[in-house]
C-alpha cells in the first residue's frame, strides 16, 4: 500500500509541475499543451500498470505446486519478461517452475494476469491489427510508432495481424463444415422480420505470387417494401473458394442475417454462372435479377461494334437501347438485337444475343422497379473494392494465398462491426 501512496504522490508532483509549467508559459498553444499532457498521461498510465502488476506478486506460492493440468511443478527461480503496452513497455517478475523433462515450464502469474504468448499486451495487439488491416506492414509500424510509445517490426506487425484472421478462416471454415454434416445444429437468425433480403456475389482478382487469382465476394442486406429504400444491415464476406463451398459459406451468412427464412429473398448478381448455380441449389424460391449495370454494359460493348467506339452513332444508339431495357425489359431488347443481326454481323453482337437470351427471365426490369426491387448489385461492387481491392490490390503488392485469406478475414470483423466483439471474446477465451 506504501508503494501505492508514494506513486500517487509522485504522479501528483508530476500534475502539478506540469501545471505550473503551462501556467506561467502564456504563449504555449493548445497543440503543444495537448502534447505534453497526452505525454504526461502516457508515462503515468505505464507506471499504474507496472505498479498494479507487480501488487498482484510474482506468481509465487511454494517450491512445489500443482498445475491446473494436475502436473507437479517444482519452483526454479524468477524469470523478469518485459511486454510493450500501448503507454510503454512495463517489466514483470514472474515465478518460474519446472514441470519435468520434455513438459517444459509453468508461470503462474502469466496465466493469472493472461499475458499473451507474444510480447505485446492484447490491447496493443489489437492496434497493431487495426493499422494492419487497413495500410501496408510497413506503414503501419509508423503509424504505431508515431501515435504511440510502440514499436514494432512489419513483419512482427504480419504475424500477429495474420495469426489471429488465420484463427477467424479456420474457425468459420470449421462451424460451416460441421452445419452442413449435421454436427452442429443449424444457427438461427440474428436478425427477425426481414421484408426482403437481398444477396449478391462476385469476384476480384488478386495479385498473388503464384499470379492473379479470384477471391469471391458476397453481401447481404435487407430492405423493407418500400420504393427507393436503402440497405440495412449490410454484411460482408470474401474468401477464396470453390464455388460449393463458396455456396456453403453464403448459405449459413443468409441463415444468421435472417434473409433465407425473411419473406422474401432476391439474388442481384452479373450472371457469373457459378453465382446462379449455387442460388438455385441453396436458395431455389429466391428471385434472380441480374444486374442492371452489367446488362448495360454489354450494350456498350455492341455498340462500339457496330457504330464505332466512342462516336455520336455509338453514344445514341446505346442511350435508345438502354431506355428500351428498362422501359420494356430484356425481351424486347432480344428482338430488337436478333433484328440488327440481319444487317450487322459480328462477334460482340452474337454473344450479346446468346447473353440475354440466357438471362431474359432475369430482366424484367419494368416489373422490377415498379414493385421497388433494387435492380443493380452495387453493394457486392463496393465491396470488390472497398474490403478487398483497398487494402491487396495496392502497386507492387504480391500476396500468398493464406496471407491475403487471413489479412482479409481480419478486415472483414471491422468491415462488419464485429470488431470489438470479437476481441472481447478472444480476450475472455484466452
Known amino acids: 500500500m506504501l508503494k501505492i501512496l508514494t506513486l500517487i504522490n509522485e504522479i501528483i508532483k508530476q500534475i502539478v509541475v506540469?501545471?505550473?509549467?503551462?501556467?506561467?508559459?502564456?504563449?504555449?498553444?493548445?497543440?503543444?499543451?495537448?502534447?505534453?499532457?497526452?505525454?504526461?498521461?502516457?508515462e503515468i498510465g505505464k507506471q499504474l500498470?507496472?505498479?498494479?502488476?507487480?501488487?498482484?506478486?510474482?506468481?509465487?506460492?511454494?517450491?512445489?505446486?500443482?498445475?491446473?493440468?494436475?502436473?507437479r511443478a517444482v519452483f526454479k527461480g524468477y524469470q523478469n519478461r518485459t511486454i510493450a503496452t500501448l503507454m510503454g513497455k512495463i517489466n514483470i517478475k514472474r515465478a518460474y517452475y519446472y514441470k519435468g523433462k520434455g513438459k517444459g515450464g509453468y508461470v503462474p502469474l502469466d496465466e493469472s494476469l493472461s499475458i499473451p504468448k507474444e510480447?505485446?499486451?492484447?490491447?496493443?495487439?489489437?492496434?497493431?491489427?487495426?493499422?494492419?488491416?487497413?495500410?501496408?506492414?510497413?506503414?503501419?509500424?509508423?503509424?504505431?510508432?508515431?501515435?504511440?510509445?510502440?514499436?514494432v517490426s512489419p513483419s512482427s506487425i504480419r504475424r500477429i495481424s495474420e495469426r489471429y484472421g488465420k484463427e477467424i478462416t479456420q474457425d468459420e471454415a470449421i462451424k460451416v463444415e460441421e452445419i452442413f454434416s449435421h454436427k452442429r445444429p443449424i444457427p438461427q437468425p440474428e436478425i427477425h422480420s426481414v421484408k426482403r433480403g437481398y444477396t449478391g456475389a462476385d469476384g476480384v482478382m488478386v495479385p498473388t505470387v503464384n499470379g492473379y487469382r479470384e477471391m469471391k465476394v458476397a453481401t447481404t442486406y435487407d430492405t423493407p417494401r418500400?420504393?427507393?429504400?436503402?440497405?440495412?444491415?449490410?454484411?460482408?464476406?470474401?474468401?477464396?473458394?470453390?464455388?460449393?463451398?463458396?455456396?456453403?459459406?453464403?448459405?449459413?451468412?443468409?441463415?444468421?442475417?435472417?434473409?433465407?427464412?425473411?419473406?422474401?429473398?432476391?439474388?442481384?448478381?452479373?450472371?457469373?454462372?457459378?453465382?446462379?448455380?449455387?442460388?438455385?441449389?441453396?436458395?431455389?424460391?429466391?428471385?434472380?435479377?441480374?444486374?442492371?449495370?452489367?446488362?448495360?454494359?454489354?450494350?456498350?460493348?455492341?455498340?462500339?461494334?457496330?457504330h464505332g467506339e466512342n462516336t455520336t452513332n455509338s453514344s445514341r444508339w446505346l442511350k435508345r437501347?438502354?431506355?428500351?431495357?428498362?422501359?420494356?425489359?430484356?425481351?424486347?431488347?432480344?428482338?430488337?438485337?436478333?433484328?440488327?443481326?440481319?444487317?450487322?454481323?459480328?462477334?460482340?453482337?452474337?454473344?450479346?444475343?446468346?447473353?440475354?437470351?440466357?438471362?431474359?427471365?432475369?430482366?424484367?426490369?419494368?416489373?422490377?422497379?415498379?414493385?421497388?426491387?433494387?435492380?443493380?448489385?452495387?453493394?457486392v461492387e463496393s465491396a470488390c473494392r472497398h474490403v478487398v481491392g483497398d487494402r491487396l490490390k495496392r502497386s507492387g503488392m504480391r500476396w500468398t494465398?493464406?496471407?491475403?485469406?487471413?489479412?482479409?478475414?481480419?478486415?472483414?470483423k471491422w468491415k462488419n462491426d464485429e470488431w470489438s466483439q470479437f476481441w472481447s471474446a478472444y480476450r475472455a477465451f484466452n
Open 226 to 306: 418500400a420504393k427507393d429504400s436503402i440497405a440495412n444491415n449490410l454484411h460482408y464476406m470474401a474468401f477464396f473458394a470453390k464455388p460449393e463451398d463458396f455456396g456453403e459459406h453464403l448459405w449459413v451468412m443468409q441463415k444468421l442475417r435472417g434473409i433465407y427464412d425473411g419473406d422474401e429473398s432476391i439474388w442481384v448478381c452479373d450472371g457469373a454462372r457459378w453465382e446462379w448455380k449455387q442460388k438455385r441449389h441453396h436458395d431455389p424460391s429466391g428471385k434472380e435479377i441480374l444486374d442492371f449495370i452489367h446488362a448495360i454494359e454489354h450494350l456498350s460493348e455492341v455498340a462500339n461494334e457496330i
Open 119 to 151: 510480447k505485446y499486451t492484447y490491447s496493443a495487439q489489437e492496434a497493431i491489427g487495426l493499422f494492419a488491416i487497413e495500410d501496408s506492414f510497413a506503414e503501419s509500424a509508423k503509424k504505431l510508432k508515431h501515435l504511440f510509445p510502440l514499436e
Open 401 to 412: 494465398e493464406e496471407g491475403a485469406q487471413w489479412l482479409t478475414s481480419l478486415r472483414l
Open 49 to 71: 500498470v507496472e505498479l498494479i502488476v507487480a501488487n498482484r506478486g510474482t506468481g509465487f506460492s511454494q517450491r512445489i505446486i500443482k498445475t491446473p493440468s494436475d502436473e
Open 321 to 379: 437501347i438502354k431506355k428500351r431495357l428498362r422501359k420494356d425489359g430484356g425481351h424486347k431488347v432480344i428482338l430488337s438485337l436478333e433484328r440488327l443481326l440481319k444487317k450487322h454481323s459480328g462477334d460482340k453482337l452474337k454473344s450479346i444475343i446468346e447473353y440475354y437470351q440466357n438471362n431474359v427471365n432475369r430482366m424484367d426490369y419494368p416489373s422490377y422497379e415498379s414493385e421497388g426491387y433494387h435492380i443493380t448489385s452495387s453493394t
Open 18 to 42: 506540469l501545471i505550473e509549467f503551462l501556467v506561467s508559459t502564456p504563449n504555449t498553444t493548445l497543440d503543444e499543451i495537448e502534447t505534453k499532457v497526452r505525454q504526461m498521461m502516457l
